[in-house]
């Protein structure tokens, strides 16, 4: 028996147990460094500053939905139907910080461990096993995915729920598909394209080649179309009511989404951009060879990829707030739809290794273009926002340790780091920090009272970022050239200040 297990070839170790322990640890183990990081900008301006208001509260719902919660009000009523603040809620409520973080990365590491093992289950059908891993590593690569695999966010379950549903509707299991859409769902509508994705592709495929979906579905075709409907409608529904508790000041304009669409694409998504010519590419030439070979099931599930990258895309252009992080839950159908629409397998391996070379030397941000801003959003194109993570914890140290009783003036999130200690930038809240701009209710910050009724020892944090430049977060903290400058850091191009004024 033993020396038929040593016999074995090794690809037959290759399965979903083993090959998501493998990706669990050794991504684990890259992140070693990571994994006490601590929440980053919209983390902690949203989801953990809605776990630890209901951790502090006792999960009282009715006081997270006062008026007066929600996040243009100042308020930590983010999530309106969010789960993953009350999974952050309980880990605050049982763990000191610095272990729900350790926890909340290596939760974030195991989901999108999943989604690597699930998809490579998928691949392993139609490619060599080898194949198949190479375009898995080549998505956990791209730089947007390295750097989820060190962060305390919302898209690494996403992520994880949406392989789970779109592995299920590759091997026909519907109704299961559905019940992580929904579940999905309750972290982000985002998961409403899968829904939407999955409908058209239904409808399509009963319209197109009836047949074939008669034989793949065993007669249901019409029970799943009707409940995919209804989930869309469902999802649409929870979509509509959160857009709407925290509504847009003006709908954007088409030359406002064309400027939009060219700095994403040339400055914080280059790599992406390159995957998504793949995917042109590979589509316009598994179109022309379908005219003369049969259509098969692997044809489909392509198809059905297809759908989906052109929902999110065209979602991720039209909503006006749309960030790189977000880009995370199309990576994988991205990585997924190539691999199966390149028939020659050594010129899959070769593209594959092309996509992991790019993504490796990217990742750290060092060959994109130059931002000259600290603005979390836009570093979060990839790992390069832990270095301003790093960065902001050692100046929000040193704020602690010598100027603890000088009153402090910053915007957001420093507003937050310097005043919550369970986020892991102080060890105890600055008793005298003033917010410019909307005030966070959940913290102990007063309001701004203007720079002339401020005493000649206070210290004013300016950062290049976002806030500065926000209307609501007026007005400007850059100093003049006569303040003093008593601390400073440029680490990413973008100016970090610490001075007094002259």
């Known amino acids: 028996m033993l020396e038929q297990k040593m016999n074995l070839p090794l690809t037959e170790y290759l399965n979903l147990r083993n090959v998501w322990f493998a990706c669990f640890a050794i991504v684990s183990l890259l992140n070693f460094s990571c994994l006490f990081n601590q929440p980053y900008w919209d983390d902690i301006l949203g989801l953990h500053n809605q776990a630890i208001f209901l951790a502090d509260n006792h999960f009282d719902i009715a006081k997270l939905w006062a008026p007066g919660q929600q996040y243009s009000d100042g308020g930590s009523n983010i999530y309106r139907l969010g789960m993953m603040p009350f999974f952050y809620g309980v880990l605050y409520s049982i763990l000191k910080p610095e272990y729900v973080h350790l926890t909340g990365n290596l939760f974030n590491i195991a989901c999108l461990s999943i989604a690597f093992s699930l998809f490579f289950m998928i691949l392993r059908k139609y490619l060599p096993p080898w194949t198949a891993l190479l375009w898995c590593i080549a998505a956990l690569c791209e730089p947007v995915m390295a750097g989820r695999t060190a962060g305390l966010g919302q898209e690494s379950p996403l992520i994880a729920l949406a392989a789970a549903a779109i592995y299920c509707i590759a091997f026909q ?12 769902s309750f ?8 829904t939407f994705a999955a409908t058209a592709w239904l409808l399509a495929g009963g319209l197109m080649s009836r047949r074939l979906f008669i034989e793949r579905f065993r007669g249901r075709w019409m029970q799943y179309l009707i409940g995919l409907i209804a989930v869309s409608l469902i999802i649409a529904g929870m979509s509509a009511y959160i857009l709407n508790a925290e509504p847009y000041e003006s ?18 998504l280059p790599v992406q951009t390159i995957l998504m010519a793949g995917v042109i590419v590979t589509a316009v030439t598994s179109t022309w060879r379908l005219r003369v070979k049969k259509v098969l099931w692997k044809d489909w599930i392509s198809f059905y990829l297809l759908i989906l990258l052109a929902g999110f895309w065209l979602a991720f252009i039209l909503f006006p707030a749309s960030l790189p992080r977000y880009t995370g839950f199309a990576v994988f159908p991205t990585c997924a739809f190539i691999a199966l629409n390149i028939r020659n397998r050594y010129c899959s391996v070769a593209v594959a290794g092309l996509v992991i070379l790019m993504g490796i030397t990217t990742m750290d941000g060092k060959l994109y273009p130059a931002l000259h801003s600290r603005s979390g959003e836009y570093l979060e194109r ?13 100046i929000c140290g040193i704020l602690e340790k010598k100027a603890s ?39 102990s910050a007063k309001p701004f009272p203007g720079f002339n009724n401020m005493p000649d020892n206070t210290l004013y944090v300016y950062v290049a970022n976002s806030f500065e430049a926000w209307g609501k977060f007026g007005p400007s903290l850059q100093p003049s050239s006569r303040d003093q400058i008593v601390g400073s850091d440029s680490t990413l191009g973008g100016l970090l200040l610490v001075y007094r004024k002259k």
């Open 173 to 184: 299991r519907i109704w299961l598909a559905l019940i992580f859409i929904l579940t999905a």
């Open 187 to 194: 972290i982000k509508p985002t998961a409403g394209l899968l």
């Open 382 to 394: 990839s790992r390069e926002y832990i270095a301003d993570l790093r960065s902001n914890a050692a």
């Open 251 to 268: 709908s954007p304009s088409l030359n406002f989404l064309c400027n939009k669409a060219f700095f994403v694409f040339s400055n914080l």
């Open 405 to 443: 009783l000088n009153p402090v003036v910053a915007k957001w999130p420093f507003v937050q780091m310097l005043t919550m200690p369970e986020l892991g930038y102080v060890t105890n809240q600055l008793p005298r920090v003033y917010a410019v701009g909307i005030l966070p209710k959940y913290t």
